[in-house]
């Protein structure tokens, strides 16, 4: 599982969304790049960073490239649960200690995932970007 916590740190340049656009000349490549335009306008407004870059942030592309370059992240094992109600709803929490929480759905039959903590950026955005 790669969060938002890692994935907010990476943030790729409209203009790799539009080179990889213009070369491979599909429909699909064309959808993506606007998506990735609403994204940015969307973005920019709540985070500055998003903005200066003129990007977004590289959620689904961080997946693959932990799929194919795991070495550019650190990862830990543990139980994943998603908050349903509450004041934390829909917030991901991991079981990173092996002790009891006082919660249900924390029961030793849920399986471990491999969870995401660190990203490096910079290298991340060298393995997307085009030569």
């Known amino acids: 599982m790669v969060g ?8 790729l340049p409209l203009n790799l969304f539009k080179a990889i656009a213009d070369h491979h000349q599909h429909v699909a ?4 790049h606007q998506a990735v335009q609403f994204y940015n306008a969307f973005y920019s407004q709540h985070d500055a960073e998003v ?10 592309v961080l997946a693959f490239v932990m799929l194919t370059n795991p070495e550019l992240f650190s990862l830990q ?3 994943v ?3 349903v109600n509450g004041l934390a709803q829909g917030q991901t929490m991991m079981q990173r200690k ?11 039959d849920i399986p471990h ?3 995401c903590l ?8 060298q393995v997307v970007t085009p030569p």
């Open 51 to 60: 903005g200066q870059v003129n990007g977004c942030y590289g959620h689904n």
């Open 118 to 125: 660190q990203v490096q950026a910079e290298a991340c955005k």
């Open 81 to 83: 649960r998603v908050a």
């Open 4 to 11: 938002l916590d890692v994935t907010h740190q990476v943030i």
């Open 98 to 108: 092996n002790v009891i929480y006082p919660q249900d759905g924390w029961h030793d």
């Open 77 to 79: 094992s543990g139980r």
């Open 113 to 115: 995932t491999q969870v």
């Open 29 to 32: 490549m064309d959808t993506l």
